[in-house]
């Protein structure tokens, strides 16, 4: 099974999609496939769909949208049986239940080409205390991401400015649009989805540290012009972006970035900037490039995303 939620829901078996259009059980299978390979408990469920005062009826609605993606799981194993296709687990399976199965007269809804036939129930478990959605050796852009990035962030340490930079867009790459953008979130999803944000707006900072590294100040503006409106409060990218300003020739603009964020975060949380970033501040007001530091905010905690 394939999963993808940077951007769009789309879980796929045997290239056929299994995610439904309504509502709810979009919702279900969303968390399913996020925690794909663990249980996930019934009241978590719940509290997804229903928040803090499931009705009395959550468990019997619950166990209707658990059946309704079975359907659309068997229609997808049809279709692969079908076609031939089938999965790896059936096609190693068959080798060693085809005899078995000879002596023992298995149904023909059971088996197929030989092996024994994955059913739904096997794709979608039922477990004490809740379901587990299993995807196998498939794929998932979240765990592709988290590889990438963590090979870049590794790359950073390394000081290896152009590879970490190309590891990071690939993983930045990944990304179609906001995590699970066509999915109604209750409270779980919204924990899941800002979690994977914040992983995001950390291998894009890094990124763009690893840039301003390579001396690729002047094709950054564009993209940091975005990136400090959509995150008025986030300390490293407004360092990036002053940095990229300053370096430029555009001293009196970063500057200007600098008030804008000061005056934000007075206004929104009662907070001055961090040292590194007044820090930076000052060492544009009253001296040459020479003594400005490559990457202003390093190690400076970012003020919370806006």
Known sequence: MDIDVLGALDVRENEVSIAPTAPKPRQVLALL???????????????ELWGSKPPRSARATLQTYILQLRELITAALDHGAADGT???AADAAGHGAGAAGHGAGGGAGDRAGGGQRRLAKDVLLT?????LLKNGDGTSDVRKFERLAGFGYRAMDAEDYPQAARLLRQALGLWTGPALADVQAGPQLQTEVKRLEESRLCALDQRVEADLRLGRHRELLAEL???VNRYPTHESLCGQYMLALYRSGRRGEALDAYQRLRATLVRTMGLEPSSPLAKLQRSILMSGSDSLPAHPAAGASAAPVG
């Open 33 to 47: 496939a996020l925690r794909a390979g663990q249980v996930v408990p019934v009241g978590v469920l719940a509290e």
């Open 86 to 88: 089938g999965t790896r």
């Open 127 to 131: 477990v004490p205390g809740g379901y």
């Open 225 to 227: 012009t975005v990136l």
